[in-house]
């Protein structure tokens, strides 16, 4: 599974930017998938997760309430809705696919798109 993100950028503190994550010329709504992301300096850390289905939705808690995750099968997207940016959210944000449950473990992972930067600036 190729997996394609996009949609990073400068934004404002305060903010919204929305990302994609594509899988073109595959279905992937078996696979769950999930959002990564690396602040400068850090370590990778999981974001959020959505199953095959749609109907499970996790997050990690710095993020809910501001984030939402969403997926539309039939184009092959995974979005992540990002709103209410702050700097701590500059990041490279990953996607990956994964036909495990356990969807904050990134090792679970079986295959990852490129990252897209996403910059907050204060």
């Known amino acids: 599974v190729q997996l394609q993100a996009s949609g990073g950028g400068l934004v404002q503190a305060g903010g919204s930017l929305r990302l994609s994550c594509v899988a073109p010329?595959?279905?992937?709504?078996?696979?769950?998938v999930g959002w990564f992301r690396q602040p400068p300096g850090k370590e990778r850390e999981f974001v959020a997760g959505i199953s095959g289905s749609g109907i499970g939705l996790f997050y990690t808690d710095s993020v809910k309430g501001r984030f939402t995750i969403s997926r539309d099968n039939a184009k092959n997207t995974v979005y992540l809705q990002m709103n209410s940016l702050v700097p701590e959210d500059t990041a490279i944000y990953s996607c990956a696919a994964t036909l495990k449950r356990q969807l904050d473990y990134a090792p679970n992972y079986d295959y990852w798109g490129q990252g897209t930067l996403v910059t907050v600036s204060s």
């Open positions: 010329g595959r279905t992937f709504s078996s696979y769950a």
